[in-house]
């Protein structure tokens, strides 16, 4: 069985496991990829794609046309080849999809992961595109439960075809241990400043008043982002982008971490999230639809009202003063993700759901 993965971002093969990485960033020579590695059937070929083999496309896509075009269409060629095709992006594999159902082949199961949420296209000919391609897809799987809701609004027709999956990381990545704490707390961004409500977290910070510092890690030019616009509290650091090793060191040696994030309906933060979790760390996190399935307010995180800079300077100042408590919630954290949020029972799932296609 041969089984082809198209994912949106660069992935590297190397000789052997690199645990300062993601697994989705490497392929080992001679291995399989990212949760495939857990599948237990010894006849399966996995085949991936990632923007390092298109380098141009992805440059005329990202700066152009904004829009996942060229990617389907110059991989559409190649799907003949294989009995089962993965998509990790919705665009990509509506397009894909499309493509199929019009030109072919037909009757390749396609599963597309929609972490951008489908239901947000409000477009009416974005929404005619998606149901044309909708009965070439054979499973959607979603790691956000907030967007069955809009499934049901505005795609009906998926039905039983839409499938939540919890998002699991690789727990070996994240070595939980011993570090000495600094005086600080730590805030990690993301390579689209959307994606972070850094005014919030800057309010908030502000009004604790502590000598805490709060160190925030993001993009090398993170300075010409929301934050660097923005007048620094006194205490505030920033950091530029750093891999997941350094990231890991960091997290270990402040006190907690505060995540402070934007109402979207649809699938992020997960994996900064419960990466941090893993690490035995307390996470302050905004109560939003992406990340309210991964944990439980006030055993394994602390949730905080979105946009309300004053109850986040609550739950700051409750962790600062508390040390215990804020050890406690750590502890739970990781024995949650170890239970629940593996990378093992990510694609036990999957593999699940998929078994009878093909």
Partial sequence: ????????????????????????????????????????????????????????????????????????????????????????????????????????????????????????KHNWWQRALIKKALPAVSKIFYFCTAQKEDYIRYFPEIGERAVFVPFGIDVS????????????????GHQDASFRDWGTLLEAYALVGTKTSLLIVGKEDFGCCAVGRRRLPGGVELAGRVGLGRLNDLVLRSKFVVLSLPERRHSFAQMTLLGCMALGKAVIVSKVSGVIDYAEDGKTALFTRPYDAEDMRDKIVSLLRDPGRAAAIGADARRAVETRFTEEMMAASIFNAVSGLG
Wanted: charged share 25%; with cysteine.
């Fill in 173 to 188: 990545r994240y070595a939980a241990g011993r570090a000495v704490e600094e005086d600080r707390i730590i805030s990690i």
């Fill in 1 to 120: 069985m041969n089984i082809l993965m198209l994912v949106p971002w660069e992935v590297d093969t190397v000789a052997e496991d690199d645990v300062s990485r993601q697994s989705a960033n490497v392929l080992v020579r001679g291995g399989r990829y990212w949760f495939f590695r857990h599948l237990k059937r010894g006849d399966v070929n996995i085949d991936v794609i990632g923007k390092r083999e298109a380098p141009l496309i992805d440059h005329i896509e990202k700066r152009l046309l904004r829009f996942h075009l060229l990617y389907p269409l110059a991989v559409s060629g190649r799907v003949r080849k294989y009995d089962m095709v993965f998509c990790f992006h919705s665009q990509i594999g509506i397009v894909l999809a499309l493509l199929m159902s019009v030109f072919g082949p037909r009757g390749i199961p396609l599963i597309i992961f929609d972490v951008e949420g489908l239901g947000r």
